[in-house]
């Protein structure tokens, strides 16, 4: 591990290095200075996920360069911790990644006195809302194509139920069996959750340069539950708005964590919506059309319905995809998110 950080900071400062966050795809590390102080983070990037790492690596640094420009301009004091900021491959500065043969390695600076939080106060959610709203107004001036798209079809409802339907047809973990009830309710709802792509077929609804994965833990936030930074900057690329909206919805508004399996204890928080919604409109209201407005509750339902048929799709491939702790995990998030 010291080798590989050694490639992006001097070996004479670094200290401790410790197992960090809770994302599904990456590893993540924090690595502290000498003195004991959490300067960066070190991931493994998950090249199953993302085959395409320069293509990958070369949009966080367009992302995070606009992100910068703008705070910048803006004159803001806290700028540094309110974007992410990748350090080069010390002996091959023109890239942000480095290749040990196998794994793909990346460096970033650690955002000091932030956290991550699972539960949020409906005044957090409105920080938050105005955050995205904000985040996705800024990427708006990167040019059409500039973004390569890291994951094919990443938020297709078409391709996720086609997945689906592909992992029953073939059954490799022997699972199709004993989840005939969640694929029953699954399909009951199919044709509701395929609006946006209808839409887009007719042309009314606009692809724009969006998040693709704005889960609750994907902002970090500083002591006073104010939004510092947008982070995991993996899925940027262009899609609808309503992912945006919707997975934050679906981790924010739930009342219990995505994998909890009692399901007595999941709800929706209306008050977390309402915040959310408000702040998101302030953030993006500019450059929002009445279409994209009207369907967002129809997005707050979509995206729970599309990560339960993924997670219900994993669990069926065997789990190669999200990390696991047991055995029945993707079938309880897959409940869970249905
Ligand atoms: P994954 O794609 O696996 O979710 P993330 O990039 O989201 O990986 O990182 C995992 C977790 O690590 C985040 O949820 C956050 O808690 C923490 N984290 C990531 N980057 C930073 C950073 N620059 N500063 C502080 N914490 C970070
Ligand atoms: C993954 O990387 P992470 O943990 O922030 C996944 C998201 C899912 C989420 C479900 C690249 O997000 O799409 O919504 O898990 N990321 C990828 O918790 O597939
Ligand atoms: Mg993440």
Redesign the pocket.
């Known amino acids: 591990m010291e080798h590989i950080i050694s490639k992006f900071v001097s070996t004479s400062e670094i200290g401790e290095m410790k197992p960090?966050?809770?994302?599904?795809?990456?590893?993540?590390y924090?690595v502290s200075d000498r003195e004991g102080t959490?300067r960066w983070?070190l991931?493994r990037v998950?090249h199953l996920v993302f085959p395409r790492i320069e293509v990958l690596q070369r949009n966080v640094a367009i992302v995070s360069d606009t992100m910068r420009e703008r705070l910048e301009a803006e004159g803001d004091p806290e700028a540094e911790r309110k974007y992410?900021y990748f350090f080069p491959n010390l002996e091959e500065p023109e890239k942000n990644y480095y290749h040990d043969g196998e794994n793909y390695w990346r460096v970033?600076?650690?955002?000091p006195e932030?956290m991550?939080m699972s539960e949020l106060t409906p005044t957090a959610a409105h920080h938050a809302g105005a955050a995205f709203g904000q985040f996705e107004e800024i990427l708006s001036v990167i040019p059409e194509g500039r973004l390569g798209e890291t994951i094919e079809n990443f938020h297709s409802m078409p391709f996720r139920l086609q997945q689906l339907r592909d992992a029953v047809a073939q059954d490799a973990a022997g699972r199709v069996a004993e989840v005939q009830d969640i694929l029953a309710e699954i399909d009951r709802r199919a044709d509701s959750m395929l609006l946006q792509e209808k839409l887009y077929a007719e042309g009314k609804l606009p692809k724009r340069t969006i998040h693709c994965?704005t889960k609750v833990?994907?902002i970090?936030f500083d002591r006073d539950g104010k939004v510092l930074?947008v982070?995991?900057l993996?899925t940027v690329m262009p899609s609808f708005i309503f992912s945006d909206f919707g997975d934050f919805l679906r981790t924010a508004a739930n009342t219990t964590r995505e994998d909890d399996p009692n399901l007595d204890n999941v709800s929706f928080r209306f008050d977390i919506f309402e915040a959310f919604a408000g702040g998101y409109l302030k953030g993006a209201h500019g450059f929002l059309t009445e279409l994209e407005i009207e369907n967002l509750p129809y997005a707050t339902a979509l995206f729970p319905y599309m990560q339960g048929v993924r997670f219900l799709t994993d669990y069926l491939n065997g789990d190669t995809y999200y990390k696991i702790t047991h055995p029945s995990h993707n079938l309880e998030r897959a409940a869970n998110q249905i």
């Open positions: 960090f966050g809770n994302g599904h795809i990456n590893d993540t924090v959490p983070i991931q998950n992410l970033c600076r650690f955002i932030s991550s994965d833990d994907n970090l930074c982070i995991d993996d």
